[in-house]
């Protein structure tokens, strides 16, 4: 165990509200803090990074289509107006909820209630060579860093001479069928379509493949049997190889092993297959479920712990319709955070909490330009249409006028000129001279 | 001297044209190639990064009010429909002037025109103690990185209890009284004045010092005196300390020692008082000035070397009103590129090269909101209108419609709102996996 600070976080103002301490600014966390701004209680909301990321976007920050800025939110901008609402840039180690206290890099704090909202990161499940060499897609950095890595191996493979020699760095290989892998296949495909032979004249595309591997039967498990087919359909259409039944045996940085098929060559595997819920020491292991989720009851409280609740992907919660627990996505975490939210302000009442129950309003994925799959309770459809839904319903979601602005231009803007101008390799090329070895060396 | 590779760089269609190959895609290079578009020679843009950056905006991005890509546009991008000119990213290392031949990171190439226009670095004048605790400015990475500095230490200054102890985290001190130190200093304490206090209203922004220093006895030395007396006129009515005819001795990550005053505690200390021209090995010293310009006769020739020329903050070419050769900014890079470019099709026509006579079309500078400096040649003006006319002219010189378009809107934004809104904690933190050390003791 971390050993735990020793000493509270500092300049805390002092309040004589009950202090509701919210782990991680996702949309659970952000979701809660937001709805408690005029609540009774003093909002200690803690992140590790000083903004919100907008996770459904990720893979176009990874395709160049956004900016990292554009997804990205400052949590501080959010609550100028909140004097209750404190934001802290920390990392949270353990609680102890014998002492309601929770301990984090810049100090400890005590809580009336607590609220892990900590999210997932991904899951290698266990294969440490597939962890070592593949990049995953679940940080705005990380997205960053996709982006980084294809454009630099593109700049890489145009120095190389023989054609046979450049494959590997070429073809990109994505693992799971999931949203992000079917949207970051089809944005890969289209890259390769329309904007990289622009770019690099002297190569020759047909050799680059974009390689989308499921382990499961379909495409996008969650969804209906239209939207997995045409998906799928999609994909084809764009020039996707995409594999089902398939398993990724092993990953050696240059070679992906598959159970029963031919390795494929390739520098780029991006692994979207699955997530394992962030951990915080401090409960007992009767509380976690073997996914790594933690049971909580109809109010999203730990069981047996008054006072301590989870939210989001790392709340494991059965409803009758739900016997394994909600879907890890954001609309389970809004929900929850909007119901708990609505009961802190019960408790602040005397009044009773209601249960959580879930309300799946739909999903949708999107493939490319013109096409997109949509679910909804009462209907289903595809193409234009749906892609014309998922653009409107995301630009929504999306946090700031300034940011919705801009989204909207970059996405009229991709769609009218076929090219996504982001092309640039920004990358942390600086290295503070405090770190630089020939510095050191002469000093 | 580094090893040459012993390659040719792969991939170079072959051509029945001279080629002309140009070191540096800033502003001199970028538009001598742009300029031979379609001139009868075959062009070969190195440049270390894959995009152009416009140098005047890195203070903007330093304070968080544009995006590193709003002011970055890609290099390949800019030659799609240019089947003559090839991009490579490359590091130069060094040229044979007898061979006709320039070594690089990825291969040797063989030019019958060269062109050095690699820019400028930060001159640190030989304290490396300074160069190994202060921030440069040089290229948009190093601006980004001032930007997560700056964030970084206010989220670490306010986990701290006692005031005396924020100080060092809080005060920004700037040194350098040119454009970059001015336009830097101004903005950031529009940041303090305006911004950061809302951001942090737990800190107290009357102990955040801003200070600027100055050799010399005067702000923007080659500019007129009104302009120089205006420019510290705004900068005294923003809240900035301006230190003129003081000399920074040392300094150590925490102190900024300075000649026969008392010292300031900072742990951000900005560099912008000295460029130096970039290196390559190739020529001997007598083609060198001491401030390490390349001696050019008034074709931006080496003098003695046929075919081998130099552009911008490299090149010191003497003329009547310019004995020290021309001052190191983007307007003499720009014309002496446009005057290169018709010698070069001069020469294709077999006509007489033009010598080249710089045109001083004036100079400005910024370094608030409404508060702007400027000299034209037939007149000086100062205040809102110099603001708008250096908004108007930094927008039209950026390339591209979109980073116009974008630009223009965060300026727009941030003008009405009082509010930059990037302020984004984005750092390099993903490291690869490759790279982390816990999975490489693992394996």
Do not use: C
């Not at 984090?104 to 070592?132: C, H, P, Q």
């Not at 309003?361 to 595809?382: E, I």
């Not at 405090?434 to 060396?441: A, V």
């Amino acid at each position: 165990m971390v050993v735990p600070e020793e000493l509270p976080i500092p300049n805390i103002p002092n309040s004589p509200l009950p202090t509701v301490v919210i782990v991680g600014g996702g949309f659970a966390g952000l979701k809660l803090a937001r709805k408690l701004k005029s609540a009774p209680y003093q909002v200690i909301l803690l992140d590790k990074h000083n903004y919100h990321q907008f996770q459904p976007l990720f893979y176009q920050v990874a395709t160049a289509g956004l900016e990292p800025s554009a997804i990205s939110f400052p949590l501080r901008k959010i609550f100028h107006n909140s004097p209750n609402t404190i934001f802290r840039m920390a990392e949270v180690q353990s609680f102890d909820s014998e002492e309601n206290r929770l301990y984090t890099n810049i100090g400890y704090i005590d809580y009336d209630f607590l609220v892990l909202a900590m999210g997932a990161d991904t899951n290698y499940f266990g294969n440490k060579s597939i962890e070592y060499y593949s990049v995953p897609m679940k940080t705005v950095s990380e997205a960053l860093f996709v982006r980084n890595k294809i454009i630099s191996n593109y700049e890489r493979a145009i120095n190389i001479e023989l054609q046979e020699n450049r494959k590997s760095l070429m073809n990109v290989v994505i693992v799971g069928g999931g949203p992000t892998g079917v949207e970051l296949a089809g944005a890969m495909a289209e890259l390769r379509n329309n904007v990289l032979p622009k770019d690099y004249p002297e190569l020759n595309f047909d050799n680059m493949k974009v390689v989308l591997i499921e382990a499961g039967p379909k495409l996008l498990g969650a969804m209906s049997k239209e939207s997995q087919d045409h998906s799928l359909q999609y994909l084809e259409e764009l020039g996707v190889e995409v594999m089902l039944d398939t398993k990724v045996q092993d990953y050696d940085g240059e070679e992906v092993h598959i159970e029963g098929k031919e390795s494929i060559s390739t520098q780029t595997l991006l692994w979207a297959a699955g997530i394992k819920p962030n951990y915080i020491e401090g409960l007992s292991k009767e509380h976690y479920a073997p996914n790594g989720r933690i049971f909580v009851n109809e109010f999203n409280e730990v069981s047996g712990l008054e006072g301590i609740y989870v939210l989001g992907d790392v709340a494991l919660q059965t409803e009758e319709n739900f016997p394994k627990g909600h879907p890890q996505v954001a609309q389970v975490a809004l929900q929850q955070a909007e119901n708990l939210g609505k009961n802190l302000i019960n408790i602040s009442k005397g009044q009773e909490m209601k249960a959580f129950h879930y309300k799946d309003l739909g999903s949708m994925a999107t493939v490319g330009r013109k096409r997109a799959v949509v679910d909804l309770p009462f209907m289903k459809f595809q193409g234009m249409m749906a892609w014309l839904t998922w653009l409107f319903v995301h630009l929504m979601a999306i946090l700031g006028v300034k940011n919705k602005l801009f989204i909207f231009i970059d996405w009229a803007w991709n769609y009218l000129s076929f090219d996504s101008s982001l092309r640039l390799l920004i990358k942390p090329k600086y290295v503070r001279a405090s770190e630089r070895k020939e510095l050191i060396e002469e000093k």
